[in-house]
RNA sequence: GGGGGCAUGGCGGAAUCGGUAGACGCAGCGGACUUAAAAUCCGCAGACGGCAACGUUGUGGGGGUUCAAGUCCCCCUGCCCCCACCA
């Protein structure tokens, strides 16, 4: 042969990627009226500059996802966008003087055109920033919508504070001992007034709505179900008393899950931040009981709730009676206890509760036993928390009831009488989202002495970001700092007021961008009612298991929101969720030092030696990160293989949910695979066959062998393929039957007629197009299943409807019946491929294995599985 | 401590409703082509025994149900993830 010819995916690539665009391929199609569309969406990226192996996989599937729906002949929305506010930016504009705006728009530009290499089926013209005024205008506009629901509030609440720059500091800047990322001081708390959003409003029903979600993966309903943590209890309230019994008019109020141990409650305590304390601290007690709250105070959250360490707390010198029996009880404050849980007051029983059981053995208080295990006659305690269920002793009235009938009793009586009720309690807070932050989405209120807090009119949308900031890291607010930006009239009653200064967290604008998508332009509305119904809920979301509670909850509660308000007719944003395992990558390191060594540096993969000390390393696979260098990077994989060869090892190497192992021995596997296909066309192109000429399979017309292998095989994958796309998605098996219909090709397409061959061949490159979709449009014009006349967006690979099987095909003269003696596989026997049950045990009762095995005797069972086998029980 | 998940060859992973365990691929081995190598093509391959036919054994460990168990039930071990002094 005169000239090299093989596959070479980068000219391939680059051409077809512009003529898609040119032809507007992966525009999204307009929807008939009443018409739902189907919608696959990715998370969207945080534009950090540069796109990493987690991102390609996550864009791949909702890829192959968007493509195999557009050739089944959904109408397919598919689009990208940018998750644009955060500190990363304003990070580089702190240390490096970067305008956050540049800095965002020069690494999303990189990022758009990464993505693009991939060949990804994305509606471009759809794309959103959140960012950009157009977009967190309606961000603003929304949480104003929240603000008149009455969802949005103001309250006092800690942030932490660096006290050498002056600044707040988000959580991630503080490093695990307490210390601030950049001026290495010991971060304080300071309370703030700060804004929230009273997701709490919603517990219940974003609890109870994950029952409507069974296109979730079971593990992110749970996480979230125990984010949200429900429990069911009581309310009581215990009056205060003073040294001589009387009662002082006051009353303290503990949650518990276990009414039914009121009896044996032998002190109550409270939260050291808790608001009654002080009024409860005798004064005897007052100096010690205030160093104790600052000690507490001064522990990082981290310190104060390790489960082990041991449970410190004080008398506060004050009493409280128990209303179930009227004993009195003295009150203490202890670290254990939070504040910002129930009501930041507890019972303590220690007989049977582990953590008031170690408090009260700590302090030397009295321990009463009140529940027995049923069956059990043993009143004494017996030097453990008998934590599980029994039967109430010690009780007065209630003696002798179970568990569940006690809590019902005794939460009814303490509501006829008045020390309690029965209460939920949830493990969710209120959504804090003021950031002391310049990067981010301005909350639309001014602070007007006169008229308070008031929202920005909504034709006065957006509140822009003051451009071109000075940027120092110090100070509470960076926009506080911009006087001409902050001061303003009041839209109320004229006079001068301020601007609230905060930012939003910017989950608030990843909360809502999927309903963007749906009406990208509107400059009326966030979205319009009639768009978001066409085309939501989502149907397919992807994204990485990081966001399966945070984002999830968030975007769930804006959608069950903004259905209340009516701007929706549905409370579920995303019908079905795939959450892809990581990318992990070969990671080399120093056992003895601990340190990470780049594979560029390890001189023998087989025997890898620390290039500095010559130690031995230690291999495994592991999330790729930049620390441990062991990341690949995409650009450098299309360079070198082209985007299909990635596309198809991503999706081959491991099921979607489960994690998987770079591994370039793989890849180079792939890329064999994509290049055998490439030689099988062209071969089939030389020797003259082309799907332009029409071919009819004559029914009438005996097939030979191989014609009968040939289509077998290729009816054998559209039936598994299809098969894998649908419900749970199992594209590394879907390959896996490519690979095999390749294989049955190479053996039976040259001696099959131009017919069968085609058809063949018709099948593998369109089955193929969702996975290597450059690769199989260009075998597609080779084949002429298109010329070079016909428009693109009609004739195109991507056009053509997914294949349907051929039953018929599949059907064998003979099948092969497996045969068993006593459940143990034996040997098999080719029978006629109708046969009846006792045709197939005849059979196999006069076969050489009924013989060898059974030597004459009768088998006293025998079971016939149906085309399966046979198994003799002698 | 609570909740969820996983465990299959040298490796990644297949296996429908309980019905031939190891599909497909990687790495490996053998052969063809080549002066040679690469590439390509063909073949072998769980482990143990055997020249072979074949036999035994085998899905983390133990027990059970069944004609038949990777799959169902009980107990145990190991690993991963989430939450965690939540009253």
């Excluded at 109550?268 to 002080?278: E, F, G, I, Y």
């Excluded at 849980?341 to 507890?346: E, P, S």
């Excluded at 999830?552 to 007719?569: E, G, I, M, P, Q």
């Amino acid at each position: 042969m005169s000239e090299v010819r093989r596959y070479q995916p980068q000219s391939i690539e680059t051409t077809w990627q512009k003529a898609w665009e040119d032809a507007g391929l992966h525009e999204t199609p307009e929807l008939g009226t009443g018409e739902k569309g189907f919608y696959a969406l990715s998370m969207f990226p945080y534009p950090s500059g540069n796109l990493h192996m987690g991102h390609v996989r996550n864009y791949v599937i909702t890829d192959v996802v968007a493509r195999v729906q557009r050739m089944r002949g959904a109408r397919v929305l598919h689009p990208m966008g940018w998750d644009a506010f955060g500190l990363p930016a304003e990070n580089a504009a702190i240390e490096r003087g970067v305008d956050p705006a540049v800095w965002t728009d020069r690494n999303i530009a990189s990022m758009r055109a990464q993505l693009k290499q991939l060949g990804l089926s994305i509606d471009w013209k759809r794309e959103v920033t959140t960012c950009h005024s157009d977009y967190y205008r309606w961000t603003q506009w929304l949480f104003l919508e929240f603000l008149e629901a009455g969802l949005a509030y103001q309250k006092e609440a800690s942030v932490n504070w660096d006290p050498v720059d002056q600044t707040v500091l988000a959580n991630e800047q503080v490093d695990g001992d307490g210390r601030s990322w950049r001026s290495g001081a010991l971060v304080e708390k300071r309370k703030l007034r700060q804004w929230f959003l009273k997701i709490t409003a919603y517990a219940d029903r974003l609890l109870d709505d994950l029952a409507e979600l069974p296109g979730w993966p079971e593990r992110v309903r749970t996480m979230q179900a125990n984010w949200i943590g429900r429990s069911h209890g009581a309310e009581l309230h215990f009056p205060v008393v003073d040294a001589a019994g009387e009662l002082t008019g006051e009353q303290i109020r503990v949650f518990t899950t276990r009414p039914d141990t009121v009896f044996g409650v032998s002190y109550l305590v409270l939260a050291p931040d808790h608001p009654q304390v002080n009024a409860l601290t005798s004064p005897e007690q007052g100096q010690v009981v205030e160093a104790f709250c600052q000690l507490v105070a001064r522990q990082s959250e981290q310190e104060r709730t390790a489960e082990d360490r041991p449970k410190r707390g004080h008398h506060l010198g004050a009493w409280a009676r128990n209303p179930a029996n009227g004993e009195r009880i003295p009150v203490w404050i202890a670290d254990y206890v939070l504040a910002d849980y129930g009501t930041g007051a507890v019972m303590g029983v220690p007989a049977h509760d582990q953590r008031d059981f170690l408090f009260a053995r700590q302090y030397e208080l009295p321990v009463r036993r009140v529940i027995i295990p049923e069956g059990s006659d043993d009143h004494a305690f017996e030097g453990a928390a008998w934590t599980g269920s029994g039967v109430l002793i010690n009780s007065g009235r209630f003696d002798g009831l179970n568990g569940a009938e006690a809590r019902t009793a005794i939460i009814a009586a303490a509501e006829t009488e008045g020390w309690g009720l029965g209460r939920q309690q949830y493990r969710l807070r209120d959504w804090l989202i003021s950031r002391q932050r310049y990067w981010g989405c301005p909350i639309p209120v001014i602070h007007c002495e006169h008229c308070g807090v008031v929202p920005v009119p909504a034709d006065q949308l957006p509140v822009t970001l003051p451009e071109h900031p000075d940027l120092s890291g110090k100070g509470v607010s960076p926009l506080a700092q911009i006087k001409s930006w902050v001061e303003v009239d009041c839209p109320g009653c004229g006079r001068p007021a301020r601007r609230e200064t905060d930012t939003m967290d910017t989950f608030m604008c990843s909360s809502w961008y999927y309903l963007r998508y749906s009406d990208p332009a509107n400059d009326t509305l966030p979205f319009s009612r009639e768009n978001a119904n066409a085309w939501l809920p989502v149907d397919q979301y992807v994204g990485g298991i990081e966001h399966a509670i945070l984002h999830l909850l968030y975007a769930r509660f804006f959608t069950k929101v903004l259905r209340d308000r009516n701007l929706l007719s549905f409370s579920e944003p995303f019908q079905r969720l795939l959450t892809q395992g990581m990318v992990q990558g070969l990671t080399y390191r120093n056992a003895s030092s601990g340190r990470y060594i780049a594979p560029t540096e390890v001189v023998d993969p087989a025997d890898p030696k620390d290039p500095v000390t010559g130690e031995q390393l230690e291999t495994f696979f592991e999330k790729m990160s930049k620390s441990k260098h062991n990341g690949v990077d995409p650009a450098a994989v299309i360079d070198r293989y082209g985007a299909d060869t990635a596309r198809m090892f991503i999706l081959f190497k491991a099921p979607p949910e489960k994690d998987l192992e770079w591994d370039d021995a793989d890849v180079e596997g792939q890329f064999r695979f994509l290049q055998r296909i490439w030689r099988l066309v062209n071969a089939a192109q030389e020797r003259g066959l082309s799907l332009q000429t029409v071919m009819v399979i004559d029914s009438q017309q005996t097939l030979t062998t191989s014609e009968r292998e040939l289509r077998r095989a290729v009816h054998t994958a559209i039936a598994a393929i299809s098969e894998d796309l649908d419900g749970e998605f199992q594209f590394n098996t879907a390959i896996s039957e490519l690979m095999k219909l390749s294989n049955a090709m190479g053996q039976h397409l040259e001696a099959s007629r131009p017919a069968l061959a085609c058809e063949a061949l018709r099948s593998l490159v369109v089955l193929l197009a969702p996975f290597a979709p450059h690769l199989a449009e260009d075998l597609w014009l080779k084949l002429g299943g298109r010329t070079d006349q016909d428009e693109l967006t009609t004739s195109s690979v991507h056009c053509q409807s997914w294949p349907v099987v051929d039953h018929t095909a599949l059907i064998r003269d003979t099948i092969t019946v497996i045969v068993q003696i006593k459940g143990k596989m034996r040997g098999n026997l080719e029978v006629p491929a109708g046969a009846d049950n006792a045709t197939i045990e005849e059979l196999a009762l006069t076969s050489a294995i009924a013989d060898k095995w059974l030597q004459g005797r009768r088998p006293s069972r025998v079971i016939v599985v149906p085309g399966k086998l046979v198994n003799l029980v002698p």
